[in-house]
């Protein structure tokens, strides 16, 4: 009866080794909302502050972005978000939300550019000084948000790039 003790102790002590060192290699357990929120909860003091930030940062954008046809109850198993991202690394969740980023802020820039052959013929056919104002205004607002969309996506794809150089190796 004392060996039992012993043998669960050591069982522990072996199954604790098998975390991934990587805390980005961690699979995220979604099979529902609540229990991907559970899976937060326990899992997210394994990240340090900036990582922990990143990941929430995402998920949240996810969570936000995700169209759903009725409202989910925490006990869903069909959320389209989850069915997405169980099982799936950490390292994978981000690189899926930063492409997700990137897929809708290129479609504000196309929305942005498509703005610019519109303002610049109101420039160019401006009579008035305060149309003339206005146009330029407008004109150079939209080419302040097309750099800082470009920036964005630009800083996405580098975040992706490094998430990808270290793969998810398997447990």
């Not at 008035?128 to 800082?148: F, G, P, T």
Request: net charge neutral.
């Amino acid at each position: 009866m004392a060996r039992h003790p012993l043998l669960w102790l050591s069982l522990l002590i072996l199954l604790g080794g098998c975390a991934p060192k990587d805390p980005l290699d961690r699979k995220v357990r979604a099979g529902t909302p609540r229990e991907f929120a559970h899976w937060w909860d326990r899992t997210r003091e394994k990240f340090p502050d900036e990582q922990r930030g990143e990941i929430y940062k995402i998920a949240r954008y996810l969570q936000d972005s995700t169209p759903r046809l009725k409202s989910m109850s925490p006990e869903d198993h069909y959320d389209p978000l989850c069915k997405q991202i169980d099982g799936m690394s950490v390292r994978e969740l981000l690189v899926f939300g930063y492409r997700e980023t990137n897929r809708h802020l290129r479609d504000r820039l196309i929305l942005q550019t498509n703005r610019l052959a519109s303002l610049a013929n109101a420039l160019a056919e401006a009579t008035e000084e305060n149309v003339r104002l206005h146009a330029e205004r407008s004109l150079k607002y939209a080419n302040d948000i097309i750099a800082q969309l470009d920036n964005e996506i630009a800083g996405n794809e580098r975040r992706i790039a490094e998430l990808e150089a270290a793969p998810s190796r398997p447990l």
